[in-house]
């Protein structure tokens, strides 16, 4: 079954850092391209950032470009996201996911929560 599992939210004062982890399994993870999501209370899921397979292309949101890093290991399955420069409206829980094909499957996000 495919799966995802996100890590590495927390609690930040605005202007910190976080750097958030996705551990992928049940699909051939190094030829998917990926993204990461997120959710926000009363709001829709929105696609933040994402990453090609093999050349590692990525793409932001504008809200996020410049702040956040999407980045990928694919001999562990695994993908990342450096947040910098928090805004009290990036709070959301944040999910990794494939950005094409069948995304039937959700991990149970990690919530990042960004107050003074």
């Known amino acids: 079954q495919v799966q995802f599992v996100e890590s590495g939210g927390g609690l930040v004062q605005p202007g910190g850092s976080l750097r958030l982890s996705c551990a992928a399994s049940g699909f051939t993870f190094s030829v998917a391209a990926m993204g990461w999501y997120r959710q926000a209370p009363g709001k829709e899921r929105e696609l933040v950032a994402t990453?090609?397979?093999?050349?590692?292309?990525?793409t932001y949101v504008d809200t996020v470009k410049g702040r956040f890093t999407i980045s990928r290991d694919n001999a562990r399955n695994r993908m990342y996201l450096q947040m910098d420069s928090l805004k009290p409206e990036d709070t959301a829980v944040y999910y990794c996911n494939r950005i094409a094909g069948s995304r039937t499957y959700w991990g149970q996000g990690t919530q990042v929560t960004v107050s003074s």
């Open positions: 990453i090609s397979n093999l050349s590692r292309t990525t």
